[in-house]
């Protein structure tokens, strides 16, 4: 009997999507280029399963149904073409592909493209939730062909995740490499996210003195509230885990972070489309930072590390460090919004800003109470330029403001580095300032390099150049 679908690839997230289709009532084919891998995997399944073994890329192809749907579930990067160029020769026009993996998202608008010229449709599906979500349901991110979009709808709506409304946590994104572009943006907030959570742990830890189980207990309190999360409830679980003699399991983690490169796709792209994602920036750079453990020992010794006890009531100090993770995750979002507003102009998609929040609800590691004000605030503005114009944000921070700054005070007196709450600040003051700074480094740039400049109190559209270093004559200058 033909399948349904395909998973090509049988590691740990292929596994687990291959037996969320068959919950699902979908019969599925799997190949690993291994078939050790793939004879382990289905000797381990009870009867009527519904998944069915292939062991070779001719096999695998021909177990389908048509159109037939292949999800390849490898590794990012030069393998994934590698997959596409094995399963080519065998595949008919209006077969779908679908890439599962954690491609870039210009990988994804290339393949898009060429597939598209070949008869064959592309999927660039950004799928997140880890080895849990995969198995029980993710949140699903597609884009590139949208005429294949309606053949996998289904499928990939009710292996999804379930937001609280009921709603699959799946919804159409855009042509090319827009679902791989939202999931590297939901990454890069990943990041952020997670540096926010651990600056607030250190500001407990180091600047409050506070043991591991007051701090599990303070960040399972918060989840109550407005700062609930997938990410803040497990980090009260991580710091409630101890080793034989009491301590703190986390205090034997190295505190040096990996990465995979997602976050750093983000500030990357950034750059690319003019957007100041200075807070995911900063927790990408912190990762990196970490990674320098030994030179760290070694400063730490030749620097000294100066610390002043916190002053003031320490359920004081607990209000603003909670108020400063609150703001500051609120600028995350904020900015991770604007790049996808700034990457829809520049890469022509059509983005629901939403319907993203919606996505993002459940199954993902973002997902938290906050995403459904988000969508609100969408809502009620589709056109919204930035999260702080809405009325619901902006009281949000105006309120949180004085303890965001007690917060910061507390790190900067205890010699605690808050690359990331600091930086959400820094970019919360310049952007709802009428004037900064940069009318100095105009002129400076036309003083050594003749680069011109605007004013404020002429026709905007004409430039200007002062002869700075001669008899300080001013110019108009044709563009």
């Not at 760290?296 to 100066?306: C, D, E, F, I, T």
């Not at 929040?357 to 988000?374: E, M, P, Q």
């Not at 919360?428 to 009318?439: E, F, H, I, L, Q």
């Amino acid at each position: 009997m033909p399948s349904d679908i395909a998973v090509y690839g049988l590691g740990v997230m292929g596994r687990n999507l291959a037996l969320n289709f068959a919950d699902h009532g979908f019969t599925v084919s799997v190949f690993n280029r291994t078939a050790e891998v793939t004879g382990d995997f289905i000797s381990a399944l009870p009867e009527d399963h519904g998944i069915q073994a292939t062991y070779s890329v001719d096999a695998l192809v021909e177990s389908l149904n048509r159109p037939r749907v292949i999800v390849l579930m490898a590794t990012a990067g030069k393998v994934i073409d590698l997959v596409i160029d094995s399963l080519l020769p065998h595949l008919s026009p209006g077969d779908i592909v679908v890439d599962g993996g954690n491609s870039h998202f210009r990988d994804s608008e290339r393949r898009w493209r060429t597939l598209r010229d070949q008869g064959i449709r592309f999927l660039g599906c950004g799928i997140s939730g880890g080895e849990e979500g995969a198995r029980h349901g993710p949140a699903i991110m597609p884009g590139g062909d949208a005429e294949a979009w309606p053949q996998v709808r289904d499928m990939l709506r009710r292996i999804a995740a379930r937001a609280d409304d009921g709603e699959p946590c799946c919804r159409w994104i855009g042509n090319g490499g827009a679902g791989h572009y939202v999931k590297m943006v939901h990454n890069g907030i990943e990041y952020g996210d997670m540096q926010l959570i651990a600056e607030a742990w250190q500001l407990m830890r180091s600047g409050l003195g506070m043991h591991s189980m007051e701090i599990a207990d303070t960040f399972a309190d918060w989840n109550q509230g407005v700062l609930s999360s997938y990410l803040i409830e497990i980090t009260a679980d991580i710091l409630r885990v101890t080793e034989a003699d009491g301590s703190p399991r986390v205090d034997h983690i190295m505190d040096a972070a990996g990465q995979k490169g997602t976050g750093r796709w983000t500030a990357i792209d950034s750059l690319e489309v003019g957007v100041p994602l200075t807070l995911i920036t900063e927790a990408v750079y912190a990762r990196t930072l970490s990674s320098m453990k030994d030179e760290r020992v070694a400063a730490a010794q030749h620097l000294g590390s100066p610390k002043v006890p916190a002053e003031g009531d320490r359920d004081t100090l607990l209000g603003a460090i909670h108020d400063a993770l609150y703001a500051a995750k609120i600028i995350s979002y904020t900015q991770g919004f604007q790049q996808m507003r700034a990457a829809a102009q520049a890469y022509d998609w059509q983005l629901a800003y939403g319907d993203i929040a919606l996505i993002w609800r459940a199954g993902c590691i973002i997902r938290s109470r906050f995403l459904d004000d988000i969508k609100n605030a969408f809502e009620r503005d589709p056109g919204l330029p930035s999260l702080l114009f809405d009325d619901f944000f902006a009281t949000a921070l105006r309120e949180a403001d004085p303890g965001w700054r007690q917060a910061i005070t507390l790190g900067i007196n205890s010699a605690i580095p808050l690359p990331a709450m600091s930086s959400a600040l820094s970019f919360y003051d310049g952007y709802r300032s009428a004037t900064v700074s940069a009318n100095l480094l105009q002129a400076q740039r036309d003083y050594f390099g003749a680069h011109t400049y605007r004013r404020i109190d002429r026709d905007p559209n004409v430039g200007w150049h002062t002869h700075w270093a001669e008899d300080r004559r001013e110019e108009a200058v044709d563009d």
